[in-house]
């Protein structure tokens, strides 16, 4: 079973993740690391639209935006407290990396193609070079 957290950090930094088990502040406070899944921070802003109006809109980054692992251990010291995600914010952390992970196929895809031509061009400029010896020797 997946369990959807919400993770207030001691640095004030609100964190959406997934557990492997229903961690509470409770075992936080008994624990040196949390190991938890899929890291987000959430980061919410607060703005007056045009008709004065009070809007609030949320968004996301990775935790770990380079790291390979989906699961990350967390200093259990920088943990002030932990609970349940509220539904609809799961599925809005669960769409995110649904969208995540489809950029990260695109990238990786890419950089394959990348690699692919930069190989091609080696290859031709190396031959040019074999060429441009073989005229300078003959």
Known sequence: ??????????????????????????????????????PVIFNSFKYLDSDGELVETISMMPMMPIGETEKVELNADHIFSITAMLPAAAIRYESFLEHMHEQRQEDEQQAVADEAQFTEEDEELLQALQEFKHKMVH
């Open 1 to 38: 079973m997946i369990y959807y957290k919400a993770v207030k950090l001691k640095n004030g930094e609100l964190m959406a993740c997934s557990t492997d088990n229903d961690i509470t502040t409770q075992d936080v406070m008994t624990s040196k690391f949390i190991t938890v899944n899929n």
